[in-house]
């Protein structure tokens, strides 16, 4: 049975920073897309970031660019996200998935791509 397992939300200050992991079980993802979302109360899930397997292939959500960075370590079966600058308006339940399919070239930013999903996380970012 495929299990993930988010850590590493918190309560911050504007301006802090987090980093939020997520490790898979069950099976092996390392030609899998990993990504992360997020979705605040009364709000619909939003992208926030993907990652490739070979990893040097990333998406971005425009409000976390240059500021969120994401990672994987395949041998350990897990994502990482690095929050940094983090604002009131990232306040959220963090979700990481993933979509079996790694080909590149695809867009990911639908949560309707994705096979698995974690519990969440909550990340609140007091002003």
């Known amino acids: 049975q495929v299990q993930l397992v988010e850590s590493g939300g918190g309560l911050v200050q504007a301006g802090g920073s987090l980093r939020l992991s997520c490790t898979v079980s069950g099976r092996t993802f390392s030609t899998s897309v990993m990504a992360w979302f997020r979705q605040a109360p009364g709000k619909e899930r939003a992208f926030v970031a993907a990652i490739w397997s070979s990893a040097d292939n990333t998406d971005y959500a425009d409000s976390v660019k240059g500021r969120f960075t994401i990672s994987r370590d395949n041998a350990k079966n897990t994502v990482f996200l690095q929050l940094n600058s983090l604002k009131s308006e990232d306040t959220a339940s963090y979700y990481c998935?993933?979509?079996?399919?790694?080909?590149?070239?695809?867009?990911?930013?639908?949560?309707?791509?994705?096979?698995?999903w974690g519990q969440g996380t909550q990340v609140t970012v007091s002003s």
């Open positions: 998935a993933v979509d079996r399919d790694g080909r590149p070239y695809i867009p990911r930013r639908s949560p309707n791509r994705y096979d698995y």
